[in-house]
Structure formats: structure tokens, C-alpha cells
């Protein structure tokens, strides 16, 4: 592995980029064996941060130790796919495992498919080339505030419940709550669960691309009483190195959903996830669990459609009159100049302003979901908007405005 150069010392008082880290300088190792495409990505790196850059020609030829050398000595590993995608992506493995450093990659090819492949081994960053400084500024930023993530066994996390429930079905519950799950864990790098209570028809694998499953909350359910964090963490998949997802079974079953159940499962989640998003679809019977103490954060996703509408009036008038603080609506599919109703009409059926309108884009949706590839991952208006809830969840801000101070959150635990 040859250096081409240490340590790259520069002045930061001069030329320093809009989006100037909050914290001391990263230190960075930058991985590439194509000149050409390691320069290009190194002057947009420059211009977010302009030392501590160290430079690297070639990859590791030791895959057992020098991973966790590199997360022992940089902050941040940034590779290139298209040299040894396979091999790439093993480095990127271990160096995840280790817990150490954040890992990101690029490529010269916008290939979704590769980079959700790339993010399920435990990059937290896929970038395209070309790509703006604004968007490795802000990956920066975010590896600067990143915390280690919480062994699964830590009995005192008390994490966040997010709670996704729809006013009527068809509203795009599964997939927002999927796709919300999948931003939250990347911009947080935190523990975070995504729980599918969509039983016996639930689609959160379908939407991550997760069709089958080993377990699901079929198997926690009936056997609750003896759920503790070990026997959980074994019924879990991995979608990415920090999220894990408990889907909903792909057989009918009895009716599971049980009080004392539920409870337990979330007690045992709050206790191993600093984030715990729960698909519940419009099961209005869930609401006397603990699924909707005043802790849980409720996402309501409905429609401008009346019959949405009248449901969404019902829901917030029967179940939240009195906790405004923790709801937040959503509005889903959202096309303004379609609208028979205009904004007072709308924050008038809901007795107040939506929170969030993530905008109708119906062939980007169906592509997605057809594939089974999360929004998530595309570059749409869709996954913008839930980046936006995701960021505000865990109490970030996307940077683009230096000037602009982070505001208190509600949802800062």
C-alpha cells in the first residue's frame, strides 16, 4: 500500500469551503488506484477540507489486519468501487466492522443497483462522479458528528419510537416508513430498527428489496416471553450496518398482536436501537399500546383525497387532541395544482398544517418498488423530502445554509 502523499497540509484560513466541519479536522484516507478518478474526487475533497488528506495509489494487499488499521488511524475511508468492486466491497466490510471509521466510496457509474449493494456492507456514502463539494461537504459534516454505534447489548439506550400509521389504506405507509428507516439509519449511524406490524400482508421487505426473510414478528410475537436482546438480535435481518428489520411473515397467521406482546418488543428494542420505526398500516386497535405513549414520535400519512381527510379529522380529534407536540402529518403524493382544496382547506380538515408533503412521483414509486430498490437511494423529490424528516429526527441539519443556526427539535431526545 504506497503513499503518494502524507498528510496533506494546506491553509484553511483562506480557502475555506462554505460548509467548514464543526469539529477538529478529519483525518481522511483516500483510496485509489486510477490517477484519474482519484484526482477528480480529491478536488472536490479539497475544497471541503483542505488537510489531513492522506493519498493512497493502491488498496491493502492484507485483508485480515490493515482494515482495522485504517479505522484505528482516519476518521475517513473513502474508496474507489471501479477499480475491484468485490474487492472493494470486502475492504468496505471489514473496515465497517471495526466501528471505527466511516466508510465511503465512489464510482464514475450511477449504478443503483451497486450502491445499494455498497450501503447493505456498511458504506455510509455513495457518490457519483462528478459530484458536487456540497454533497461530500455535508457527508463530512456528518461523519464529524457521528457517534459510535451502541453495542446491541446495551441495556440503557431507551431509544426513539417512530411510529408510522396511515388515516386509510393505500397511503403509502410500508413505503415511506421503509424508505424513512433506511435515510434515518444512514444519516444518524446509529442502531436503528424497522419493525413491520403489517400483519399478515406486510411489505417492508418488498420495499427494501428484502422479499424473504428467515423471521419475522411472527416468531418474536409468539414467543415474547422470552424475548431479551440476544434472542431479537438473532431474528433480525441486516439491511445495512445500522439498520436491522423484523418483517412482517410471508404466511397468514393468528392474530399475534397482543398487548403484552407488543410491549415486550418494544421494551427489548428501546433498550438495543437508538431508533425504533414501527409500521403499523391503519390499525387504528394499536393505539392503547405503548406503540403511542407520549414518548413515540406518530408520523400520520394521508392523502388530499375526502375520504383521507375525513379520517385523518377523525384520528387526530379521537387519538391526539391532546398531544399535537408528538404528531407529526405527513402528506403523502402531494401535487398542488391537482388539489381540489387549497392549503386553509387542507390545515382545516386536519385541524392544523401538515408537518410534511412528500410530492407525488408515481413512475419513480412503481420503478422502485418493482425492482425492489428503496426510493431511498434515488435521486428523486421523494427521497429529498424524507431526507429532510430524517435529518430533522435526529436533530441534523443538511448545511446548506452557513449561516442558517440549528434550531431546537422536538424530536432531540
Given at each position: 500500500?504506497?503513499?503518494?502523499?502524507n498528510s496533506k497540509n494546506?491553509?484553511?484560513?483562506?480557502?475555506?469551503?462554505?460548509?467548514?466541519?464543526?469539529?477538529?479536522?478529519?483525518?481522511?484516507?483516500?483510496?485509489?488506484?486510477?490517477?484519474?478518478?482519484?484526482?477528480?474526487?480529491?478536488?472536490?475533497?479539497?475544497?471541503?477540507?483542505?488537510?489531513?488528506?492522506?493519498?493512497?495509489?493502491?488498496?491493502?494487499?492484507?485483508?485480515?489486519?490493515?482494515?482495522?488499521?485504517?479505522?484505528?488511524?482516519?476518521?475517513?475511508?473513502?474508496?474507489?468501487?471501479?477499480?475491484?468492486?468485490?474487492?472493494?466491497?470486502?475492504?468496505?466490510?471489514?473496515?465497517?466492522?471495526?466501528?471505527?471509521?466511516?466508510?465511503?466510496?465512489?464510482?464514475?457509474?450511477?449504478?443503483?443497483?451497486?450502491?445499494?449493494?455498497?450501503?447493505?456492507?456498511?458504506?455510509?456514502?455513495?457518490?457519483?462522479?462528478?459530484?458536487?463539494?456540497?454533497?461530500?461537504?455535508?457527508?463530512?459534516?456528518?461523519?464529524?458528528?457521528?457517534?459510535?454505534?451502541?453495542?446491541?447489548?446495551?441495556?440503557?439506550?431507551?431509544?426513539?419510537?417512530?411510529?408510522?400509521?396511515?388515516a386509510k389504506g393505500g397511503?403509502?405507509?410500508?413505503?415511506?416508513?421503509?424508505?424513512?428507516?433506511?435515510?434515518?439509519?444512514?444519516?444518524?449511524?446509529?442502531?436503528?430498527?424497522?419493525?413491520?406490524?403489517?400483519?399478515?400482508?406486510?411489505?417492508?421487505?418488498?420495499?427494501?428489496?428484502?422479499?424473504?426473510?428467515n423471521y419475522s414478528t411472527?416468531?418474536?410475537?409468539?414467543?415474547?416471553?422470552?424475548?431479551?436482546?440476544?434472542?431479537?438480535?438473532?431474528?433480525?435481518?441486516?439491511?445495512?450496518?445500522?439498520?436491522?428489520?423484523?418483517?412482517?411473515?410471508?404466511?397468514?397467521?393468528?392474530?399475534?398482536?397482543?398487548?403484552?406482546?407488543?410491549?415486550?418488543?418494544?421494551?427489548?428494542?428501546?433498550?438495543?436501537?437508538?431508533?425504533?420505526?414501527?409500521?403499523?398500516?391503519?390499525?387504528?386497535?394499536?393505539?392503547?399500546?405503548?406503540?403511542?405513549?407520549?414518548?413515540?414520535?406518530?408520523?400520520?400519512?394521508?392523502?388530499?383525497?375526502?375520504?383521507?381527510?375525513?379520517?385523518?379529522?377523525?384520528?387526530?380529534?379521537?387519538?391526539?387532541?391532546?398531544?399535537?407536540?408528538?404528531?407529526?402529518?405527513?402528506?403523502?403524493?402531494?401535487?398542488?395544482?391537482?388539489?381540489?382544496?387549497?392549503?386553509?382547506?387542507?390545515?382545516?380538515?386536519?385541524?392544523?398544517?401538515?408537518?410534511?408533503?412528500?410530492?407525488?412521483?408515481?413512475?419513480?414509486?412503481?420503478?422502485?418498488?418493482?425492482?425492489?430498490?428503496?426510493?431511498?437511494?434515488?435521486?428523486?423529490?421523494?427521497?429529498?423530502?424524507?431526507?429532510?424528516?430524517?435529518?430533522?429526527?435526529?436533530?441534523?441539519?443538511?448545511?446548506?445554509?452557513?449561516?442558517?443556526?440549528?434550531?431546537?427539535?422536538?424530536?432531540?431526545?
Amino acid at each position: 500500500m504506497t503513499e503518494s502523499e502524507n498528510s496533506k497540509n494546506r491553509d484553511t484560513e483562506s480557502n475555506q469551503a462554505p460548509d467548514t466541519l464543526s469539529k477538529s479536522v478529519l483525518s481522511i484516507a483516500l483510496i485509489g488506484p486510477d490517477d484519474n478518478r482519484r484526482k477528480a474526487f480529491l478536488s472536490v475533497l479539497a475544497e471541503c477540507q483542505q488537510e489531513n488528506i492522506s493519498e493512497f495509489t493502491s488498496f491493502p494487499p492484507d485483508l485480515d489486519h490493515l482494515p482495522q488499521a485504517l479505522g484505528q488511524h482516519y476518521d475517513v475511508v473513502i474508496l474507489d468501487v471501479d477499480s475491484d468492486p468485490d474487492y472493494v466491497f470486502d475492504l468496505v466490510e471489514r473496515i465497517s466492522d471495526t466501528d471505527d471509521a466511516s466508510v465511503m466510496v465512489y464510482s464514475s457509474e450511477a449504478d443503483v443497483k451497486q450502491a445499494v449493494r455498497f450501503m447493505r456492507g456498511g458504506a455510509s456514502e455513495y457518490f457519483t462522479l462528478p459530484t458536487a463539494s456540497s454533497e461530500v461537504a455535508n457527508a463530512l459534516q456528518r461523519a464529524a458528528t457521528r457517534e459510535p454505534a451502541t453495542p446491541i447489548l446495551n441495556s440503557k439506550i431507551n431509544g426513539q419510537p417512530l411510529v408510522f400509521i396511515g388515516a386509510k389504506g393505500g397511503c403509502g405507509v410500508t413505503s415511506i416508513a421503509a424508505n424513512f428507516a433506511v435515510l434515518l439509519a444512514r444519516v444518524s449511524s446509529q442502531p436503528t430498527l424497522l419493525i413491520d406490524f403489517g400483519l399478515p400482508l406486510g411489505d417492508v421487505g418488498i420495499n427494501l428489496g428484502m422479499p424473504t426473510a428467515n423471521y419475522s414478528t411472527a416468531n418474536v410475537l409468539q414467543d415474547h416471553s422470552r424475548l431479551d436482546a440476544r434472542f431479537l438480535q438473532s431474528l433480525t435481518e441486516k439491511y445495512s450496518s445500522s439498520l436491522s428489520v423484523l418483517s412482517a411473515p410471508g404466511d397468514f397467521t393468528s392474530d399475534l398482536l397482543t398487548r403484552e406482546a407488543i410491549e415486550k418488543l418494544l421494551e427489548v428494542a428501546r433498550q438495543n436501537y437508538s431508533y425504533i420505526v414501527v409500521d403499523v398500516g391503519s390499525r387504528v386497535d394499536l393505539m392503547e399500546t405503548k406503540l403511542f405513549e407520549d414518548s413515540s414520535i406518530v408520523f400520520l400519512i394521508t392523502q388530499v383525497g375526502i375520504s383521507e381527510l375525513r379520517n385523518s379529522n377523525r384520528m387526530i380529534s379521537r387519538f391526539f387532541a391532546l398531544r399535537n407536540r408528538n404528531l407529526q402529518i405527513v402528506l403523502n403524493r402531494y401535487t398542488p395544482k391537482t388539489l381540489l382544496f387549497d392549503d386553509s382547506q387542507i390545515a382545516k380538515a386536519l385541524t392544523r398544517p401538515a408537518n410534511w408533503k412528500i410530492p407525488d412521483d408515481y413512475t419513480t414509486a412503481r420503478r422502485t418498488e418493482n425492482t425492489g430498490t428503496p426510493i431511498a437511494l434515488e435521486d428523486s423529490p421523494i427521497a429529498l423530502a424524507l431526507k429532510q424528516m430524517a435529518l430533522t429526527v435526529c436533530g441534523l441539519t443538511e448545511g446548506k445554509d452557513k449561516n442558517k443556526k440549528k434550531g431546537f427539535s422536538l424530536f432531540k431526545k
